[in-house]
């Protein structure tokens, strides 16, 4: 007779496994652990960079690149959010109220502009750390913007007032239009106070983003705000419908309970008739019929 297994010995095969039977076998998930930055391949990491406004070229090693991305993001998580918030509402950049740091972060260093105007102090502090300055809380504002400028360089400065100035024969061409209202960030809840809530013109687009970038910009703005706009038709058009059905189902609801208060008359008045004249029978049958029995 065999010796049974104890207790602290792991039991392999089930009882109908001995017998010729097959156990089913469990099959497990494996999830595999996010990467780590050292082991992203250089386009990714170029990639990574490139969105945190980092320029990759000027890094060689893989390992000065990595560093870099871990430094930049250590930065940013140290930025304060409201003003990172003030900055994505300067640039007017499609940003949601819940979006996280790096996020933001993100959409910040897509922004190309260097008109500062309408751009709070710690706005100003938030885009010179994102453009690779260093930049102190208590900076003054000229001081900030002269070394945003300087950061520039002049080769950049020349292509932007070459895009500038195509801008303005385009924005001739086409007619030139105000600016119209920002409308990523919503008001409630917002934390930003500052900065102008305007869009910007085809002049500042393509100034941003030269003549192809910036007329594309401009044509996906306006689709964006024609569907948006047809969006909220159709809303309005559902909510008229949902309040038409709520009034006719109140209607509805109210001659209800209007017929069936009705009924409960009509069957509280029979009850009392049929009590009445059941007691006018009785009183009959007994003070005349029965006393001449």
Do not use: C
């Amino acid at each position: 007779m065999s010796r049974s297994p104890t207790s602290a010995e792991p039991k392999l095969l089930p009882e109908p496994a001995r017998a010729g039977v097959e156990p089913a076998r469990s099959i497990a998930t494996v999830i595999p652990p996010p990467r780590q930055l050292s082991e992203l391949p250089r386009d990714e990491l170029n990639h990574l960079a490139e969105e945190f406004g980092l320029d990759s070229t000027s890094y060689r090693s893989r390992q000065a690149l990595v560093a870099a991305i871990h430094d930049r993001r250590q930065m940013i998580a140290s930025l304060d959010r409201d003003a990172m918030l003030d900055v994505v509402r300067w640039g007017r950049r499609p940003v949601t109220a819940n979006a996280t740091n790096e996020q933001i972060a993100q959409e910040i260093a897509r922004i190309k502009s260097m008109r500062f105007a309408g751009l709070s102090q710690p706005g100003l502090v938030v885009l010179a750390r994102m453009r690779g300055i260093e930049a102190r809380r208590d900076e003054p504002v000229p001081v900030l913007v002269r070394r945003l400028k300087r950061k520039e360089g002049i080769f950049s400065r020349l292509n932007r007032k070459r895009r500038a100035l195509l801008g303005s024969v385009v924005a001739k061409i086409i007619g030139q239009e105000g600016p119209s209202d920002y409308q990523f960030l919503p008001g409630d809840g917002a934390a930003v106070t500052s900065g102008p809530a305007t869009s910007p013109t085809i002049k500042q687009d393509i100034e941003e983003s030269g003549l192809f970038g910036g007329i594309s910009n401009r044509i996906k703005k306006t689709a964006d705000a024609y569907l948006n706009q047809k969006l909220d038709e159709v809303e309005a058009r559902i909510d008229r419908k949902l309040d038409e059905i709520d009034r006719r189902l109140a209607e509805w609801r109210d001659k209800e309970i209007a017929n069936r208060i009705r009924i409960l008359k009509i069957t509280l008045w029979a009850s009392v008739i049929v009590a009445v004249v059941s007691l006018i029978y009785s009183y009959i049958m007994e003070v005349f019929v029965r006393p001449h029995h």
